[in-house]
């Protein structure tokens, strides 16, 4: 099951990577997200397997479609497009710095695989029964992590205002001036 | 055969690499938020592993956090690429080398 789940998600995550398409792209990260539901599944974390479910493919990712849909755009910029002066230069200073990402990403996972069978010989079986419950987790959660939690809770509502102030369709300097008395209300 | 710690850290190391390739070799703004999402949930699958192998449920508590976190990077960085897209009408990264316009 582990090789199966841990197959989907890899590939899943190559193809979003491949696919031109955003809204493919998006898809098959919900694929990818399934499968590692799975995994924290056979890890016995059920609540983390659920919420990566309903929070992650399920809202995350709608956001992320939505955006997807709202823009329009669904092509990544061909090389037609590209042909107004000076993105084309700058495309070219780009593809040193891809090239540079491309090989930086391949000795990553070079460095950390042989990081990770070069230990010694050090299997890490996993111990035979987890303690971990959900009650477990909402224990914690309201004791130990009762200050990071609250600090969750505004760091959302930050990023809520945040994101609204910055999608909005009017500047805001023209919505000051409009309230100042004497002139004229805009249409 | 049952997988041990060493194999959940090499599938989350393939997909981390996966994610920083996606951030480097793209040139689409989506695309890249969708990277770095691909990064954020390797780096949650080393903590549940970790968390399974200490016999702990931090790591599980940790990417509730994690979780949190990349639900509010997802949300601002949307509403700036709406609104870089309202400017230039393109999701090319390169088209937005200036800083003022």
Known sequence: ?187 | MTPTLNEYLLLSAILFAIGTGGVFLRRNLITILLSIEIMLNAVNLTFVAFGRALGSVDGQIIVFFVMTVAAAEAAVGLAIVIGLFRHRASLNPDSFASLKW
Do not use: C
């Open chain 1, 1 to 187: 099951m582990f090789y199966l789940f841990g197959a989907v998600a890899i590939v899943a995550s190559l193809l979003v990577i491949a696919q031109r398409n955003p809204i493919y792209s998006v898809l098959l990260l919900i694929a990818s997200f399934g499968a590692l539901s799975g995994l924290y599944v056979l890890l016995e974390a059920p609540f983390v397997a659920v919420i990566q479910i309903i929070v992650y493919a399920g809202a995350i990712m709608v956001l992320f479609l939505f955006v997807v849909m709202l823009l329009n755009a669904p092509h990544e910029d061909t090389e037609e497009d590209l042909e107004t002066p000076g993105v084309e230069r700058r495309r070219l200073a780009g593809a040193g710095v891809r090239r540079f990402g491309g090989l930086l990403a391949l000795a990553l996972i070079v460095e950390l695989w042989w990081a990770l069978t070069k230990n010694g010989g050090e299997t890490g079986a996993f111990p035979a029964a987890a303690e971990a419950s959900v009650a477990a987790i909402g224990r914690a959660l309201f004791t130990d992590y009762a200050f990071p939690f609250e600090v969750t809770s505004i760091l959302i509502l930050v990023a809520m205002v945040g994101a609204v102030v910055l999608a909005r369709r009017e500047p805001i300097a023209p919505a000051a001036r409009r309230r100042s008395p004497g002139t004229p209300d805009l249409p």
